[in-house]
């Protein structure tokens, strides 16, 4: 074998063949190579994911074509392996083109990651746990009395074995068994045994009587001192000896939980196709366990006539408990069928980065339950009785919501986590704007946080902006930040076509968060999940949301680094529990501007917004249209910079809302006078309350009411305003007659809409 070929030889009912593979170019070193697969179930010649090669097979043989084997139009008997994402055992039909005749070779298809192995066992052990904990929580919707069922398909045999295998493969449960074989628990034992009367040193009440009682006598001499006690001693009495055993009830215990599991592996093994991963993997285990079962430990041991599942022992001492707790768990874990783990192992393939989206799950579910101190109302929909055994419902592309109130004292909020849910994009189904869903396409993060106040429907919160959606990816191949974010400085190419190609996960993973958190409506923040170790939260202001980032959770049972997620939902906590926040008036301001179907225009000419016109939207600033009795009255309130209103009950006084003490601009008109071109600004500080008496100190001629309310006028309003009249009389509240007079106030859109050509 050469570094960069690997030749493997193939035998046929005929002949024996040759299949050539060769690393193509510019491809990473090492990638072929052959090493002790078959300890770890897998095929000997090994190949690396997302990696390219071409082969070469013996002429009149060709393998078959499938998404992974391309074939050369020019030589059928050679083409191209492109394993992309798959990872796992990979068979190959290969087809004599003479006879049609097929055999099979065996590859396998390593994954990037070099921990991959560890990971998959663990995360598969971790789904198998949880589910079991589950399923024995006293509010479980299924009962345990079904029968395991071996007559299944080969799939869901596959993945009852990996369930299994997980468990009792793991480190954790080999040290436990040789914890036990090196220190079991022991008793003493009693035997006993008859010996000669000489040779016994101790005498108890218990031979005492014998001495008196049994048979086999011998008389004593005349002479002998006990003679006038006792005329005759027997020759043997039996004599009780105490000696220390291991064939204990626990150790007993121990012993039928490992034939169980040997029996479960065995049978599995018988019903599994010769050919198959499943058998393979099976006879690796089933040797495993054999070998402990043979050590001399368990030859002293008689089988147990009762299990004692109340002893301190099996509860308690190390090595123990943890036979105790994967016993508990096999009996559920043999009957439960998961056919979404069809994504993760169908066809002897191992996808560790699907497995790590599910193990995430049953993560992010436990970290809603404690950091929202909640017990979600659905998470018996977990799983449900099938024909086949207990079915677990989570599967890839299935939505899967989980829901529960937090009460955080001052204020209770309702809390769904999902599992792929879709936001339907455009218009269809009801994705229209301002129901839920995306602005653009159809989109479906991995999972989805999503918050709204307690008491109304999610529906309702949608349509009133108060509900808001978090978002994580999982994206287990992504090793680091920097491959995720790149180098201060460096800017970020265009990689999604090399990412569909070479199965890898770069960049383009942050743009997709972006994606999510820009497309999708009320998004507030968007997360990639990933095995590494730095966590990296931007906030898009100065609030922990809106934001974007990455944190790291590994599948390790000593530290998964789930501390700078918990931390982060805290902050989130904290967040929703601030009623003033910044994210509350983006909001409300985001629902006010777009509840009205009403799309108002102003084409006129107008003062720009920026520094201290920032505010001036026409929509959301206000005139307010005074009327002036005289000229004695105009002279007054342009040479006071004043303008005057009644208040009280009166006819003709103002009724103040926010409107009018906010306006920004007058515009006056009198007796007669419709059109009008005399446009003040009013200063932003609002109105004031002048007495009768202060109105008399302003020279305001003849007042006649106890107090009035009074603008303070800036001056004549900006240039953009010149030149233009306003029909008042095409104002909605404008009253004709004697309520011509009466001041009310309009938004300068429909003032600009007045304007007289």
């Known amino acids: 074998m050469a570094d960069n070929s690997i030749e493997i030889s193939i035998n ?30 897998e095929a000997a010649y090994q190949l690396m994911e997302g990696c390219f090669y071409e082969y070469s097979i013996t ?50 298809v390593q994954s990037v990651k070099t921990t991959y192995r560890n990971d998959y066992r663990h995360m598969l052990e971790e789904i198998a746990e949880k589910c079991t904990d589950l399923l024995l929580q006293h509010s479980s919707p299924v009962t345990q009395s079904i029968q395991t069922d071996y007559n299944t398909d080969a799939n869901t045999l596959y993945q009852r074995f990996a369930f299994i295998k997980s468990v009792i493969d793991s480190e954790e449960f080999n040290d436990a068994v040789h914890k036990i074989l090196s220190s079991p628990v022991t008793r003493w034992k009693e035997t006993e045994s008859e010996k000669d009367i000489r040779g016994i040193k101790k005498i108890g009440s218990k031979e005492l009587k014998q ?88 030859k002293e041991m008689s089988n147990p006539s009762t299990l004692p599942l109340n002893s301190p022992v099996l509860q308690r001492k190390e090595g123990y408990r943890e036979i105790f707790r994967v016993w508990l768990m096999f009996d559920l874990a043999a009957k439960l069928v998961w056919h979404g783990g069809e994504d993760v192992y169908s066809g002897g393939k191992r996808d560790v980065a699907v497995l790590y989206e599910y193990w995430l799950f049953f993560k992010l579910l436990d970290l809603v339950k404690e ?5 979600p109302v659905s998470t018996e929909s977990l799983f449900k009785t099938t024909e086949d055994g207990i079915g677990l419902m989570l599967k890839q592309g299935k939505h899967f919501p989980i829901k529960g109130v937090y009460n955080g004292g001052t204020r209770k909020l309702e809390v769904e986590f999902s599992y792929n849910r879709t936001f339907k994009g455009g218009r269809n189904g009801g994705a229209e704007y301002p129901n839920a869903g995306s602005w653009s396409r159809d989109l479906r993060p991995d999972y989805t946080l999503s918050i709204w106040p307690f008491g109304i429907s999610a529906k309702e919160a949608e349509v009133e902006e108060l509900i808001v959606h978090i978002h994580f990816d999982a994206k287990y191949k992504i090793d680091n930040l920097q491959t995720i974010f790149g180098k201060d400085g460096e800017i970020i190419n265009e990689e999604e076509e090399e990412s569909k190609i070479t199965g890898t996960y770069k960049r383009t993973d942050i743009l997709k968060m972006h994606t999510y958190r820009d497309a999708i409506r009320r998004t507030a923040g968007a997360y990639v999940l990933y095995p590494g170790s730095e966590p990296n939260n931007i906030s898009g202001f100065r609030e922990i949301l809106p934001g974007l980032g990455a944190f790291p959770i590994q599948p390790s049972k000593e530290n998964n680094g789930t501390v700078a997620l918990k931390k982060f939902l805290n902050d989130v906590i904290e967040h929703f529990l601030n009623r003033a926040s910044q994210r509350e008036k983006l ?28 505010d001036l939207i026409p929509d959301e600033t206000y005139v307010l249209v005074g009327f002036y009795k005289d000229e004695a009255h105009l002279d007054w309130i342009i040479k006071n910079n004043l303008y005057n209103a009644r208040t009280g009950t009166t006819s003709g006084s103002l009724r103040l809302s926010p409107k009018e003490t906010g306006a920004k601009y007058l515009l006056l008109h009198t007796s007669g006078e419709s059109i009008t071109s005399r446009i003040f600004k009013l200063h932003k500080k609002g109105p004031r309350i002048f007495s009768k008496e202060n109105m008399v100190k302003k020279n305001y001629p003849n007042p006649s009411q106890e107090f009035y309310l009074v603008y303070d006028l800036e001056g004549v309003a900006e240039s953009e305003f010149g030149n233009k009249s306003w029909d008042v009389r095409k104002l909605e509240d404008y009253k004709s007659n004697r309520g011509s007079a009466f001041p009310f106030a309009a938004s300068l859109t429909e003032v600009m809409n007045t304007i007289e050509r």
């Open 12 to 41: 046929t009912s005929k002949d024996e063949i040759k299949l050539t593979i060769f690393r193509e170019s510019g491809m990473p070193e090492s990638l072929i190579y052959r090493e002790d697969g078959i300890a770890n179930g």
């Open 59 to 108: 002429r009149g043989y060709q393998l078959e074509a499938s998404e992974i084997i391309s074939i050369s139009k020019i030589n059928p008997s050679s083409g191209r392996i492109s394993p992309n994402t798959y990872v796992g055992t990979l068979a190959i039909p290969i087809i004599e083109t003479s006879t049609n005749e097929r055999v099979e070779v065996k590859l396998e």
């Open 211 to 298: 001495v008196a009682s049994a048979s086999n006598r011998i008389r004593l001499p005349e002479q002998h001192p006990l003679y006038s006690t006792i005329q005759s001693l027997p020759t043997k009495l039996k004599v009780t000896t105490k000696t220390e055993t291991v064939d204990t009830p626990e150790n007993r215990f121990i012993k039928h939980a490992l034939f169980s599991f040997l029996t479960f592996i065995n049978q599995l093994k018988t019903m599994a196709n010769s050919s198959s991963r499943l058998r393979q993997e099976a006879l690796l285990l089933e040797a495993r366990m054999e070998q402990l079962l043979s050590h001399s430990v368990f």
């Open 371 to 375: 950091v929202f101190d909640v017990e």
């Open 587 to 614: 909001a409300y301001k985001l629902y006010d501007t777009l509840k009205s179907p009403i799309i108002n225009k102003v084409e006129e000419e107008l003062p720009e917004a920026y520094g201290e016109r920032r």
